[in-house]
């Protein structure tokens, strides 16, 4: 009580010294003793400061000399709080850690948390992770990224070698028929798993994105051979149905040589047991899956794109054919220019 304690002369001060000499601690100064110096502490006895009903026997001074009682000029009321208040992110926080239950993921288990949080807590409070969840959350977004230059360096490479933006576009179409196989994979080894035919899990985590930014490169190779041969055969003369049908015929032995190479030397990653074999069984089932379903859908996907697409292009090697062709009709102009 402020108007209380300035009547009787008692300074905030005053309270607020008394109140920590007597139930917390002060130094006050120090003594030598055998040539150690030691400090000077103090505080009331642990009895006489067991509970809030010992300020009534504590007194303060007042400006004039008298002491006044201390239970006169403050009032003690109990609160029910936690002793500090954490903060993350330079807000007040609350702490909620959790071990994941057998059969679930990381990211179920934090959209789960989101959810909950959307419906129970009021519209102004946050929710945010940290430790493993948070690292779960920034890599997965990190690996997003990966994947997503990975597809636009793999692009514009194929864009130089080819000359034209048409045909990259038509091996990159392979892509998605990679994570496709990929995702089916993961989705029917993790019911084979369930069903307690298989050991390790399977879901779409740090391990199995990894393994999708490889299907970019391995996917992208069938189209590549493809394409490329088409394009020879166009250069050679041949009109461009003529050119994608031989060219899928003819590459058709060296597409299914490297396919089945890449996914047999993937299956000890996918079947492999022991210390570690969650990330590598993660990584192999993307790879067998995806190679494999592309490499079938390829065939069938590729030629009937380009047939929609070569129309609009022209050979690569058309325009030199055009030069010899002149050169060939006017041998002599070179010469008089």
Same mark, same amino acid.
């Given at each position: 009580?402020?108007?209380?304690?300035?009547?009787?002369?008692?300074?905030?001060?005053?309270?607020?010294?008394?109140?920590?000499?007597?139930?917390?601690?002060?130094?006050?100064?120090?003594?030598?003793?055998?040539?150690?110096?030691?400090?000077?502490?103090?505080?009331?006895?642990?009895?006489?400061?067991?509970?809030?009903?010992?300020?009534?026997?504590?007194?303060?001074?007042?400006?004039?000399?008298?002491?006044?009682?201390?239970?006169?000029?403050?009032?003690?009321?109990?609160?029910?709080?936690?002793?500090?208040?954490?903060?993350?992110?330079?807000?007040?926080?609350?702490?909620?850690?959790?071990?994941?239950?057998?059969?679930?993921?990381?990211?179920?288990?934090?959209?789960?948390?989101?959810?909950?949080?959307?419906?129970?807590?009021?519209?102004?409070?946050?929710?945010?992770?940290?430790?493993?969840?948070? @690292?779960? #959350? %920034?890599?997965? =977004? $990190?690996? &997003?990224? +990966?994947?997503?230059?990975? !597809?636009?360096?793999?692009?514009?490479?194929?864009?130089?070698?080819?000359?034209?933006?048409?045909?990259?576009?038509?091996?990159?179409?392979?892509?998605?028929?990679?994570?496709?196989?990929?995702?089916?994979?993961?989705?029917?080894?993790?019911?084979?798993?369930?069903?307690?035919?298989?050991?390790?899990?399977?879901?779409?985590?740090?391990?199995?994105?990894?393994?999708?930014?490889?299907?970019?490169?391995?996917?992208?190779?069938?189209?590549?051979?493809?394409?490329?041969?088409?394009?020879?055969?166009?250069? @050679?003369? #041949? %009109?461009?149905? =003529? $050119?994608? &049908?031989? +060219?899928?015929?003819?590459? !058709?032995?060296?597409?299914?040589?490297?396919?089945?190479?890449?996914?047999?030397?993937?299956?000890?990653?996918?079947?492999?047991?022991?210390?570690?074999?969650?990330?590598?069984?993660?990584?192999?089932?993307?790879?067998?899956?995806?190679?494999?379903?592309?490499?079938?859908?390829?065939?069938?996907?590729?030629?009937?794109?380009?047939?929609?697409?070569?129309?609009?292009?022209?050979?690569?090697?058309?325009?030199?054919?055009?030069?010899?062709?002149?050169?060939?009709?006017?041998?002599?102009?070179?010469?008089?220019?």
């Amino acid at each position: 009580n402020r108007e209380r304690a300035a009547a009787l002369g008692v300074s905030v001060q005053e309270i607020g010294r008394t109140l920590e000499i007597m139930m917390g601690s002060r130094r006050v100064g120090t003594f030598v003793d055998g040539g150690e110096e030691y400090d000077v502490i103090v505080q009331a006895r642990g009895e006489d400061r067991a509970s809030p009903a010992a300020m009534e026997g504590l007194f303060v001074r007042s400006a004039s000399g008298q002491l006044v009682p201390l239970a006169s000029l403050v009032t003690v009321r109990e609160l029910a709080e936690p002793g500090s208040f954490n903060r993350f992110n330079r807000l007040r926080a609350i702490t909620l850690s959790a071990s994941l239950a057998p059969g679930y993921t990381m990211g179920e288990a934090t959209a789960w948390i989101e959810e909950t949080a959307r419906r129970v807590l009021p519209p102004n409070a946050q929710v945010d992770f940290k430790g493993e969840a948070r @690292e779960a #959350r %920034e890599s997965g =977004r $990190a690996v &997003l990224f +990966a994947f997503a230059m990975a !597809l636009l360096i793999v692009y514009l490479v194929l864009a130089a070698q080819f000359e034209s933006f048409a045909h990259p576009f038509v091996i990159m179409l392979t892509v998605p028929l990679a994570v496709l196989g990929a995702l089916l994979g993961l989705f029917a080894m993790s019911l084979v798993s369930a069903a307690g035919f298989w050991g390790p899990g399977a879901s779409l985590n740090l391990f199995s994105q990894i393994g999708l930014i490889m299907l970019v490169g391995l996917a992208a190779k069938n189209g590549i051979l493809i394409v490329e041969f088409a394009n020879q055969l166009r250069d @050679e003369g #041949r %009109e461009v149905r =003529r $050119a994608i &049908l031989d +060219a899928a015929s003819i590459r !058709l032995r060296p597409i299914l040589m490297t396919s089945i190479a890449t996914a047999a030397g993937a299956l000890p990653l996918m079947l492999g047991t022991g210390a570690g074999s969650a990330s590598r069984n993660a990584i192999g089932i993307v790879v067998v899956f995806g190679v494999v379903l592309s490499t079938f859908l390829t065939l069938y996907v590729i030629p009937a794109l380009y047939l929609r697409v070569a129309p609009y292009t022209t050979a690569p090697q058309a325009r030199t054919r055009e030069l010899e062709r002149l050169e060939t009709l006017h041998p002599d102009a070179e010469a008089q220019a």
